[in-house]
């Protein structure tokens, strides 16, 4: 058994694990990789909040131009008089609500949006009835427009507080090394 040559695995010249497994940063170097993870962090989550607001602001749109027509009845017909469910614009109005409670969560102003769980009851109103009074597919595919936007936007929420909690950990996790 000693003659048997020991396998090393391939390995390119280009990787560096096994140097940064030992390095010691001082408190300068770990500032620095703060900072700039911040600022990347910053960037990564104001982009994704210009791209939940122009998808927000585009549903209420579609909301708002749509009032009292589904629009997938235009792309997918249904043969027949329109079985809309009982009193759409107040769903609709309802469903604007909802989607201006959810631009001010963007905003810091004084007035506080409600929490989720109640614009998830509130937006599954509308879907509910539709599913209960057995309409079709299109009518109930519309109403859970609002749903998912809430669930968007929650989603996008979580990551943002998820990313800041990430560098407040990696502040908690700094050492003291001197003479790195």
Excluded at 91 to 106: D, E, G, M, Y
Excluded at 128 to 150: A, D, G, H, R, Y
């Amino acid at each position: 058994m000693d003659t048997l040559r020991r396998r090393i695995p391939f390995k390119l010249e280009g990787d560096s694990e096994e140097i940064y497994d030992n390095v010691v940063l001082d408190e300068q170097q770990q500032e620095e990789i703060i900072d700039r993870l911040r600022k990347e962090n910053d960037v990564v989550n104001w982009r994704y909040s210009i791209a939940l607001k122009i998808v927000v602001a585009l549903s209420f749109i579609s909301q708002l131009v749509s009032f009292t027509n589904n629009p997938l009845l235009a792309i997918y017909p249904i043969r027949g008089p329109e079985p809309s469910i009982p009193l759409p614009g107040v769903f609709t109005i309802l469903s604007l609500f909802i989607h201006l409670n959810l631009a001010l969560l963007f905003s810091s102003g004084k007035i506080r949006p409600l929490p989720y769980q109640l614009l998830y009851t509130l937006s599954a109103v509308a879907p509910t009835l539709s599913l209960f009074l057995q309409k079709p597919w299109q009518i109930t595919v519309w109403w859970c427009i609002t749903p998912l936007m809430v669930y968007l936007n929650q989603t996008v929420m979580d990551a943002f507080q998820q990313s800041i909690q990430g560098i407040a950990d990696l502040e908690q996790m700094k050492y003291t090394a001197p003479g790195a």
